[in-house]
């Protein structure tokens, strides 16, 4: 097997001579005078150094993910080939360089082809995922009864075997802490982008809204660490024992408090900016006919900008639902079906890690379940995020 560092390092190299050399070419084919040329020295330059670097480099990128798939390396024969596109590129756009040359054209060709790679690495990094978790699902329903998996009502796994694997109790779990904290977050974040954006002067608004935003910045560990020292004693001490709903500071209400904090500033944020995007000519109108200040944000404003909160109370759903750290120290790790806020309960990015931490045997469902779990939690944000797209696109009003 051999490395590629060397070749690729090689034809960086060699794109950069051939840079200098094609500029120098071109003003030799111009005799000097540039007028002369359809295009300039440096697009030449640029042609033959993209020709020269483009060709290996994509031949890498898809030997990288057939390899990847074929559990194959690379060999002195692809070395030599990627060598040849390189070489062989760099020699033909030289040879190319006239005056009447349009290296222009082929440059832009050259930086296209880029920028749809680029543009695309979204698209395959999303199949890449679904495909990469869809195998192993696959395997691991071979193994373990779907049905099982979707309807039991238990979560018990066990290595040895015997194991009960469903999922319900840790969906309960998700979505039970992603409601606590959305109900937390998004009136406080609501508030905080009504006041940011109509109330706030310019020079509280510099201050108060990278305030806010400093939140979304903080590690989730950290919030993960705030959640098991502040927070759960605090809401144990003061709350549940006192009210007889439990003893232990680990509970769906310290992860969604928590959690809720963290979310304010992805609610105050994209409602701020959504606010903002409501002509000032509607809010003119609207106190012009008698409204006070509070009753066109309330009639006006927010009515308004209401499809686009609600894609931004959506995307933050998505991203609670896929929050891990914060609910392994606040919540615990208990599977379990219950109404009490204050007890211990687990959810499905937490069974995920559990389930792939230490010695596992990736032939075994109690591995493999992590992939299903991987993949309905997947399915389950996606169509968050989709169904927030489509209400914003649906609703939303073009403003000149």
């Known amino acids: 097997m051999q490395s590629l560092t060397t070749p690729l390092f090689l ?15 071109a003003m030799q084919v111009a005799g000097g005078d540039i007028r002369g040329l359809v295009s300039l020295p440096h697009q ?15 031949a890498v990128l898809l030997f990288a993910l057939y390899g990847r798939f074929a559990d194959t390396g690379p060999s002195w024969l692809f070395t030599l080939v990627i060598m040849g596109l390189g070489v ?59 049905r099982d998996f979707f309807f039991s009502l238990t979560w018990s796994p066990n290595f040895r075997g015997n194991s009960d694997l469903g999922i319900i109790p840790l969906l309960w779990g998700t979505l039970y802490v992603s409601f606590i904290a959305l109900v937390f977050a998004v009136p406080v974040g609501l508030f905080a982008a009504i006041y940011l954006s109509e109330y706030a002067s310019p020079r509280m608004r510099s201050i ?11 590690p989730t560990i950290v919030y993960g660490l705030f959640a098991l020292i502040t927070v759960g ?39 701020d900016d959504i606010i903002n995007a409501v ?67 687990t959810t499905v990015t937490v069974k995920i890690v559990s389930q792939l931490t230490g010695d596992t045997d990736f032939a075994s469902p109690e591995t ?17 995020n989709v169904f927030a797209l489509y209400i914003v696109r649906k609703y939303r009003e073009q403003y000149e």
Request: proline share 5%; aromatic share 8%; hydrophobic share 55%.
């Open 368 to 384: 493999l379940v992590a992939f299903a779990l991987g993949l309905t939690l997947f399915v389950i944000t996606l169509g968050l």
């Open 11 to 25: 034809i960086f190299a060699l794109a950069v001579i051939g840079y200098y050399l094609a500029k120098s070419r």
């Open 208 to 218: 108060a809204k990278p305030a806010i935003e400093v939140l979304a910045g903080i």
């Open 279 to 345: 002509p000032q000519a509607m809010r003119d109108g609207s106190l012009g006919l008698g409204a006070t200040p509070s009753e066109t944000i309330r009639q006006v404003v927010i009515p308004a900008a209401l499809p686009g909160i609600v894609g931004a109370i959506l995307l933050a759903a998505s991203r609670a639902i896929g929050e891990t750290m914060i609910v392994v120290l606040g919540a615990g790790a208990a599977a379990r079906l219950s109404l009490n806020p204050f007890e211990a309960m």
């Open 44 to 58: 030449h330059a640029l042609n033959t150094a993209l020709a020269t670097v483009v060709p290996p480099t994509a």
């Open 233 to 271: 004693p605090l809401l144990r001490d003061y709350f549940a024992e006192p009210m007889g709903l439990g003893q232990s500071a680990s509970s769906v209400m310290t992860a969604g408090l928590v959690m809720g904090i963290m979310l304010i500033p992805f609610v105050s944020s994209l409602s």
């Open 88 to 146: 062989t590129g760099f020699a033909l756009s030289l040879i190319g360089i006239k005056t009447n040359s349009r290296a222009r054209i082929f440059a832009e060709r050259w930086i296209l082809g880029l920028l749809i790679f680029a543009s695309s690495i979204a698209v395959m990094t999303t199949i890449g995922i679904v495909f990469s978790m869809l195998f192993e699902t696959f395997n691991f329903f071979g193994q373990y009864d779907w």
